[in-house]
């Protein structure tokens, strides 16, 4: 069986990188999704999916082999793209102005679109149910992933694991990262408005300053994270906007802070919350001023379930070779795949995108990203096979 998805994925190869090349040429923005989405739904239809529709406006589903008996995996891409003006001579380099798939999620779509018609093809094969997910705005709070679960996407059928696999530049086309437990960050952004009352410099009785007060908080927020937080467990927390607006010789009545929180532990994150709003409020008072916390909650921490991610790891090694598989550490940046994962067992995986040869190395988020597109035929025949595995397992 290994070697038939091997040729499936190897047969389909040109029509993945025409899909993502065709994807990449037309990105839209989270929520906006919709010729992306009009272009997948007619993919599904194509390939002959069950139940192709759409889902939460821009998300898109559909069923393959519906039995009754056996497990239901969900198999997840997301679909939006970035505000990044894309830095490229590629002929799919992006048509729309200030848009671009600089996150890779033109490649998840495509690989999934494969993986979706190979299963398809071996559909009578499969001993249980396959639901494939493209969810809109993973870039954007509050993310497409509440809507989709809101709507239902994780009932009829119940959905036993999910899978879904991020590209990843650091890692060389060919390779695959894993890890077992706590994974990807929540991240949490606030912002802080400090007030006191301005005036004259040179008059500080008269002056409740809250440049000062501001100080304070941000040296007493880093307290937080150095005397606070269990040290094995991750906790981010920076503050990258400060405006105060006084001059050399005026303090302002106001100043506002802006940060972010990230952590990988759910209930850790809910403490660190709770203590970051009592500490910068009693502190503010404590020195005569007032501070009121606007938080902007992000995505919860991404947990990769340790059965059914200890298997996947094992599939992955029947597919690309125990040698190319690398346990990967905590990753900081967050992903609202989170809230699956909170709900039922999954397992999110990095697909290496990397090549040194072909000089393909720059960051996701950047103007000039791109990827290897050797790793698109890896990534779909291999999401077909863990799905494949997984259902008879
Ligand atoms: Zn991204
Ligand atoms: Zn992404």
Redesign the pocket.
Known sequence: MLEKFKLLASAERESCIAIRRHLHAHPELSFQEVETASYIYNMLVSFGLDEVSMIGDTGVTGIIGGKEEGKAILLRS?MDALPIQEYSSEIYSSQNQGVMHA???DAHMAMLLIAAKILMGLKNELQGTVRVLFQPA??RIPGGAVKMIACGILKNPTISSIIAQ?VIPDLLAGKIGIKTGKFMASSDEFILIVRGKGGHAAMPETLIDPVLIAGHIIVALQQLVSRNANPKIPTILSIGKIIGMGTANVIPDEVTLEGTLRTVDNEWREIVLQRLQKLVTFLAESMGGTCVVNLKRGYPCLQNDYKLTTRIKEFISEYVGAENVIDADIWMAA?DFAYYSNLVPSTYYLLGTQSQDKEITTR?HTPTFDLDENSLEIGAGLMAWLTYRELIT
């Open positions: 997301d996150c890779g999620h993973e870039e991020h992903d996701l």
